[in-house]
């Protein structure tokens, strides 16, 4: 499939516009993780899928759990089913989803397990994927943007290392300062997969991607400069040759005050903020950055819900008006949200023409 330009999909998908310098008002809306557990609909779609990673390898059903929060809400655009830790499952490094635990991998802590990677192995998983990515292309309204995504090698490789989730990525940490030759290779065969793997993703109708860095904050500054922003600096570059019409959105979450530096170095097209950084900073990288800004309501905020939720809709409106601005959640919604809260918080920034 060949790529339109930017400004032709910006016409018929106003979640671009921000894209091509259109601040918009209402700004356009989608949620991360809009697809889950908090969807009925999605947990009787899951619950026919086996494993969590057979849904991610079912083109068709991974398809109808993109669609459901579309069909609902109507956001400006939606985002693929899939997983970060789809890259190293495709390498071959064993991954698995233990209900209500979350993942577990067999951890990579030496020269011998990163030889067990293959990364000419990835096309067959990749394939399924890039499928799933095509049929929503046909499935969706026209007026709905597509957001293909991938982990950024940071975050994917502290799963492959500690080998599950983790409130301080200790053992990743541990091992980058350790053995950084080792590290730095697990990140280069990362940095390639994620370019395969997104610009498949493009080949087969994503407009936008998202690249997710949910662990960025824990390193230290020269750190995070070695493992955050060189890596993703060399996808961005990588896929800027291939598809230079394909914006890309950064999330490095915690990067708080190197978010301007990492959106230059990066080059990165949007800047994802999460819940912390306050209003005033997300409005002044706006205007002093290339980047689209786009976040960060508390998704606890939408658990809540009334007048607090609205209260914070209303300032985050005010703050980023006539801003290059999308709005979404400073992180994923959490399962325990009331899916009226969200098509509460829809209306209120529809509401804001
Ligand atoms: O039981 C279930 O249904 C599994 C829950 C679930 C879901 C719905 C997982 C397991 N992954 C997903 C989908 C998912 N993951 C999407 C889909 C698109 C969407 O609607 O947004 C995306 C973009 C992701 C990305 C992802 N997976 C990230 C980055 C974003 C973030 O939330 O920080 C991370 C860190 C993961 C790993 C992961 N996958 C699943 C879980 C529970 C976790 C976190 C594990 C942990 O650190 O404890």
């Known amino acids: 499939m060949s790529v339109q330009t930017l400004a032709a999909r910006a016409s018929l998908r106003r979640f671009l516009k921000p894209f091509v310098g259109e601040a918009v008002s209402p700004p356009p809306i989608w949620l991360m993780r809009q697809a889950g557990r908090y969807l009925p609909e999605y947990r009787a779609t899951r619950s026919q899928a086996g494993g969590f990673l057979d849904l991610c390898y079912s083109p068709k059903l ?114 980058a300062y350790q053995q950084p030759a080792l590290f730095g290779e697990l990140i280069n065969i990362l940095i390639d997969s994620s370019v395969t793997y997104l610009s498949g993703q493009v080949k087969s109708g994503a407009d936008v991607l998202q690249i997710f860095d949910s662990w960025a904050g824990s390193l230290p500054d020269d750190e995070f400069q070695r493992w955050v922003v060189v890596p993703t600096q060399a996808i961005v570059a990588k896929l800027r040759q291939l598809h230079p019409d394909v914006p890309i959105i950064g999330f490095p979450r915690g990067a708080d005050v190197a978010s301007a530096n990492f959106v230059e170095k990066t080059q990165v097209n949007g800047l994802s903020c999460n819940t912390s950084m306050p209003l005033a900073h997300m409005a002044r990288l706006a205007a002093e950055t290339n980047a689209v800004v786009q976040g960060n309501l508390d998704p606890l905020l939408l658990v809540a819900g009334g007048s607090a939720l609205e209260a914070r809709v209303a300032e985050t409106l005010s703050v980023m008006r006539g801003k290059r601005f999308i709005f979404n959640l400073g992180h994923g919604i959490v399962p325990q949200t009331p899916p009226e809260h969200v098509a509460r918080l829809v209306e209120l920034v529809r509401q804001a023409a």
């Open 62 to 175: 991974a398809c109808e759990v993109t669609l459901q929060p579309i069909r609902r809400y109507g956001f400006d655009a939606a985002i693929l089913f899939s997983d970060i830790l789809v890259v190293p499952d495709a390498l071959g490094q064993q991954v698995s989803f233990v209900e209500g635990e979350g993942p577990r991998l067999d951890p990579i802590t030496d020269a011998a397990g990163l030889t067990k990677l293959d990364p000419a192995k990835t096309a067959g998983k990749f394939a399924i994927v890039w499928e799933t990515v095509q049929r929503l292309r046909q499935d969706l309204p026209s007026e709905t943007a597509l957001i293909g995504f991938c982990g950024a090698p940071w975050t994917v490789a502290t799963y492959m290392v500690g080998g599950r989730g983790s409130v301080d990525q200790a053992a990743t940490r541990s091992l």
